[in-house]
Nanobody
Framework: QVQLVESGGGLVQAGGSLRLSCAAS????????MGWFRQAPGKEREFVAA????????IYADSVKGRFAISRDNAKNTVYLQMNSLKPEDTSIYYC???????????????????WGQGTQVTVSS
């Protein structure tokens, strides 16, 4: 069983920064791509960023490109999301999720992810 636990959310002013962390249980973390998604009230869950098993490949939603950076530390079983230049429209619950296994690349679709964390709230005030 895989467990994912997000942390690092909070309240920040527009233009500020936050770093989210997602700690994963299990010995297979380094063999899978990982992703971050977010969901605002009344909206569908949407893709934010993803990283390959090795960290060599990353993809981003257009809305966060140039402001957010995804990274991972396989020795610590942790994936990060550095969020800079935050905007009020970034306010959401942020979820990390396990993606495809090594060799299958990185994907931006919800269906490509099988295990999800409980989420962490990010609120950006104007």
């Amino acid at each position: 069983q895989v467990q994912l636990v997000e942390s690092g959310g909070g309240l920040v002013q527009a233009g500020g920064s936050l770093r989210l962390s997602c700690a994963a249980s299990g010995r297979t973390f380094s063999s899978y791509a990982m992703g971050w998604f977010r969901q605002a009230p009344g909206k569908e869950r949407e893709f934010v960023a993803a990283i390959s098993w090795s960290g060599a490949s990353t993809i981003y939603a257009d809305s966060v490109k140039g402001r957010f950076a995804i990274s991972r530390d396989n020795a610590k079983n942790t994936v990060y999301l550095q969020m800079n230049s935050l905007k009020p429209e970034d306010t959401s619950i942020y979820y990390c999720a396990r993606g495809p296994p090594a060799g299958y690349g990185v994907v931006a679709t919800l269906g490509g992810y099988d295990y999800w964390g409980q989420g962490t709230q990010v609120t950006v005030s104007s």
